[in-house]
């Protein structure tokens, strides 16, 4: 039996890789005074078809279950966010700066490299319209993605505003009705063919085309820029209107983070959506929020692809792996001996392990290698003694047993 | 819009009890020389069904997904395990001293306290069939719950041994098909009453009702019990041959861990399964394993009941969730430079908030006491140097803004 298509198992190794990712994320976003929240991993249904209309249901695991509830493993955690922050705002000061690592669900179409479930990590800001909201959560995605040793060379945030648009489509007389519509053209430029864009736009294709050859300016991108110059990340981005995200639901400054040779799709994406709290919440609560998110996959790939973040990773995961203390029993008349001071040593917090099982000194010692193990420690003839044997050094000393303790501490 | 009943939203400090919860597990689990895996949250029905029968599906959140397969989420790690163990069990040296920490899922009838998902870990010995792997895993299962702060005084781990009463039923000339519905009786014992019981084990009652009061011994408990006492744990067990565990797949040593008061159910349980992996893998891989469960709620109860471990938790995470640095700006003029060093000390692993929007300063300074900040650095009137302010000793000093960084470093 296998898992099913699109699902992952973690054998200790790809467990490892998923929590050295964990950890960053987890790490920076506390740095920069995020803190960590989670949903439930089954929501009701409407939830998601109220954010993303009723199409939404085809990408879904949903289905009935057993209490006649239609039920959805979660897409995504932007409708969660919004319900649990309409119930619970008013218990928090305001700003909100929340973070979450969970895992998502698509049924998506089988592809190579698509897998079907994802984690991801979400951060947001509720409650602040300033623009510093947007610099703060911009510079977290930066220093995220910094912290798996990439650097400005690696990847590139590109930096849009959706009033950018929204003020040329008002310049232009263009009807509100239609601006989701053009601005859905804008997303896909590039990814189809030019007549087909001409033609969409109409009469805006001019000055639209114009404006996306020649690059969009705007005094609050400038800020934004700024914002992020003054804090040394100015080379992790690029202005470029041509960003939209084709999600209805941004209301201003929007972003996605590439890799800068464009092998991979985006690593990550997200903006401010002022509206999705009171639109999700049928408008119990109205307030302020922006986020992003950024997935375990592409994340994962670009490490594998990037020799000094690859070796960073595995530098970090054979370290996180690697047990303390070997206990070798050459005697089995000493195994209650030995479990004795292997209790006290992990009491201590040393990571210990030992044999199971009699085994051959000689073997016990390779055990004690591929372990990673910095000491060995030899329960045999040398009783009340034991031999301490530091492995990198193959140095040996014999040592009484209630003196163990005192020992290992001078030579870990 | 609510969480589906059953469903838990975890609020930054559920999240934090929970994350304190998932630390400890990992962390001792790491020092007993376990490493971490784990499988996906959805796997096919079958697997389920074939471990536990078909009337598991009642209880599962199972359905048929948009490629007409049958799956269900999964309502627990073992046939898992035994999936992927089946698969790459030769990639791997034995024993496999494998954990897991993840969430599942059960559609349980409403209960006030029965939750629909849990979290749990799952500790797992595969590979070994020594009574030292089964002391190893008791030991763990203890040493975990100590991690807690709990001691012999609050929780108890109860031991049997299926083989204990297969060997009386042996001796007693029962037919080995009739040994599961014996041992299903056993378990029952004291939750029924005396007479069904009587009546149910028929001319066994006299016996077994016999080894029940006064207790059943075995030379195998015996071990079992010195191997705890030579890592001076045995206050932590009592042999007890009443416990046999439900589940048919048991085939040596079984545990469970109860709080001492006996007013929750169990905390964790546990035992031998040498048959299960090659029953699930159709035959295609035999070895012997064993393991136990422990999951997050009545875990999390017992600590909420017990004033050390609740206060141990409480301090632990408000430890975890304060930040180090509160950014007091006074001076709007001052942002840039104020996020100029905002970065270099994030960079350098200081947790530090800031307003996002101009604030009053004694408001800023109520803040920066709120979220648990060490020191406060207030950018104003002083350029080019800033006040640093100790918040607990209330200590000011003016700091030229290129020396925070050591100062800081004395200071945190």
Redesign the interface.
Known sequence: ?????G??????S???A??YIFARWR??A????F??????????T??YQKKSGPEIV?QL?N?????E?E?A?RPELTP?LA??V???ER?F?K?L??F?IG?F?R?EKQQRGRLR?HFQLNCD?IG?T?L??D??LV?LCI?IVRAFGFTEKDFVVRISDREFWTEFLRSQKVAPERWDEILQVIDKFGREPREKTTEKLGQLADPVLRILSEGGKSEKLDQLV??LR????ADFVDVDVRVVRGLAYYTGIVFEVFDRAGKFRAIAGGGRYDNLIEQL?DGAVSIPALGFAMGDVVLGELIRETASAREAMQKATAAE?K?DIYIVIAKEER???A??Q??KL??R??????P??PDKVAKQFQ?AE??GAGIAILFGDEWPQVKVKTLATREEVLVLHDEIITRVANLL
Chains 1, 2 share one sequence.
């Open positions: 039996m296998q898992a099913l298509p699902f992952r198992d973690f054998l200790p790809d467990c490892a998923r929590n790490d920076v506390r740095r920069c005074g803190v960590e929240w989670d949903g439930p991993v089954l929501e009701p409407d939830l085809t695991f289905f009935t279950d057993k209490g509830r039920v493993m969660t319900r649990v309409a119930a619970h218990e000061r700003p700066k929340w979450s895992q669900f049924y479930e800001i602040e300033a510093a909201a610099i703060e510079a220093d700024d914002g003054a804090r040394g990340l919440s792996q047990i195994r209650a001996d479990l004795a292997i209790q992990r009491d917090g040393y990571r210990v392990d030992y199971l099982a055990t591929q372990l």
